[in-house]
């Protein structure tokens, strides 16, 4: 399905593909070295400096109408290393840019540097960790190779594991060994099917190779490693058993970027190895087999979510539930109707990280007004927290896929894509997933509506710049839908031949 260049010279704001990489680990060593309330200030100038850098790549892959390369030291693959950004890449760079941005802006509220004090543990940790996150998902996005992608993996894992347990406490510490644990098993499967392809091509590019695999043995072997790994550092069902307690544990700001973000890291790498690296070997029951079990996701996820009696729980078991969405895109992407799936499988992935990092900070705002996240007592939210309340509702009806937001968007692609390739039970899978999610949805927002006890009051005024930053996500979220309008479909440029306008 793809035209990706075996070889070619970089193109004309290559560069800036480099920058967009190298800028927030800059961040982060100029914070580390300055310390103290500094690296939060040089945590916002990189940020700022690091969202201009992601629009400009942006309106260069736009008025190009092809990928962004760039070559390493001017050496063309396969002795040299590639930086290569499609229409995938720049689409999941952008929603990672704004994600950022709204974190940051929540964060100022729990991770600014109490006054007083020159420094604090947890508030340097994450100004650090955050510009970590960043720089490794820039990097694996625009990795045109699969040894950088395991690189960039390894720096995503070794940044998102401390944000689990910033708050020192024991339960964090062995919820971050035990993601660390998977982790570390997912990255040793797919650098042992890295070694394997290495052996038998002598590349490790991902265009060389996808010209050079052929149906045989030791490719199915590298394939099922390596996808193998991925599964495991994306918690995809039943290997998600490390994510519940991680994301609901972490502070909210930490949780936002780790359901949001870190995970779409190892997905965007198993979307990389089956649609480019093995898309002329894959099999079409080895991709039943893989959207099975996001199946399987979808419902156990939601039914778990459901039997939560607290939020972040809910919203965490919720995430089990929308990764499986995301592997149903590859029973789909295999047949004819394969940029139809990609499509609504990236557009689906650009929603879930708006909405639930909405979720996740909401949460946060909900627990500092009350002291508790209880699901059976919210009364008084709506009242207290209103737009943030609105927030929640938005991101749910994104995870619900309620028009006009990018989740409805996304399903109706890849449901369109599987009437259209005679594969009903995936549409129907994703029709008994958003019954689901609206059953907790709307449960959560009722009980918030509820009145308050006479003579409630909050036990914490929770800063206003906090919800708008909420609520600004969440609206992203909902109004994605409007990608339909946009005459091209960007996140086929540099893939395949563009249609003349609209979405396919």
């Not at 996005?141 to 940044?159: G, R, W």
């Not at 199946?295 to 778990?304: P, Q, S």
């Not at 710049?465 to 091209?488: D, I, K, M, R």
């Amino acid at each position: 399905m793809t035209t990706l260049a075996l070889t070619g010279q970089s193109t004309p704001g290559g560069l800036l593909l480099v920058v967009a990489v190298l800028l927030p680990f800059a961040g982060m060593l100029a914070g580390l070295a300055l310390g103290g309330r500094h690296a939060q200030r040089v945590a916002w100038v990189t940020i700022a400096f690091g969202f201009g850098t992601v629009l400009e790549i942006a309106a260069r892959l736009l008025v190009s109408g092809d990928a962004l390369r760039y070559l390493l030291g001017g050496w063309s693959p396969p002795l040299g290393v590639m930086l290569r950004a499609d229409g995938l890449s720049v689409c999941m760079m952008l929603v990672v840019a704004v994600v950022v941005g709204a974190v940051a802006i929540y964060a100022n509220g729990d991770f600014g540097t109490p006054s007083g004090m020159s420094e604090a543990r947890a508030p340097l940790a994450f100004w650090l960790l955050l510009l970590a996150v960043w720089g490794a998902l820039n990097l694996v996005f625009v990795s045109a190779d699969i040894f950088t992608l395991y690189v960039a993996l390894e720096l995503l894992t070794f940044a998102g594991v401390p944000l689990v347990s910033l708050d020192g406490r024991a339960e964090t510490l062995q919820a971050a060994l035990r993601y660390l644990l998977y982790a570390l098993i997912g990255s040793m499967l797919y650098l042992l099917g890295v070694f394997l392809l290495y052996g038998a091509h002598g590349t490790l590019d991902i265009a060389l190779l996808a010209a050079r695999i052929g149906a045989q043995p030791l490719a199915w072997t590298a394939l099922a490693l390596m996808t193998a790994g991925m599964l495991a550092k994306t918690a995809l069902f039943p290997l998600h058993l490390w994510l519940p307690p991680a994301h609901a544990g972490a502070p909210a700001a930490a949780s936002a970027l780790l359901s949001a973000l870190v995970i779409k890291g190892s997905w965007f790498v198993v979307l990389r190895l089956w649609v480019d690296v093995f898309a002329g070997i894959v099999s079409g029951s080895c991709a039943q087999l893989l959207a099975g079990l996001g199946a399987l996701a979808i419902v156990c996820g939601n039914v778990v979510a459901l039997r939560q009696v607290r939020l972040k729980l809910l919203i965490a078991y919720s995430t089990v539930a929308q990764i499986g969405y995301l592997f149903l895109l590859f029973p789909l992407a295999v047949q004819h109707e394969s940029a139809r799936a990609v499509t609504g499988g990236v557009l689906q992935a650009v929603s879930h990280a708006s909405a639930k990092a909405a979720m996740f900070l909401a949460a946060g705002l909900i627990y500092s007004t009350l002291g508790h996240d209880r699901l059976a007592d919210l009364r008084g939210v709506a009242r207290a927290l209103p737009m943030t309340l609105t927030a929640f509702a938005l991101a749910g009806a994104t995870l619900i896929g309620l028009p006009p937001s990018g989740g409805f968007l996304a399903k109706w692609l890849l449901m369109s894509a599987a009437l259209a390739t005679g594969q009903w039970w995936w549409a129907l899978v994703m029709l008994v997933g958003g019954l689901l999610t609206s059953v907790y949805v709307f449960l959560v927002v009722v009980r918030a509506m509820e009145p308050a006890a006479p003579g409630w009051s909050p036990q914490k005024q929770v800063p206003r710049y906090q919800q708008l930053a909420v609520l600004g996500v969440a609206t992203c979220s909902f109004v994605l839908g409007l990608a339909v309008l946009l005459p091209v479909d960007v996140a086929q440029i540099g893939r395949t031949v563009m249609p003349p306008a609209g979405l396919p």
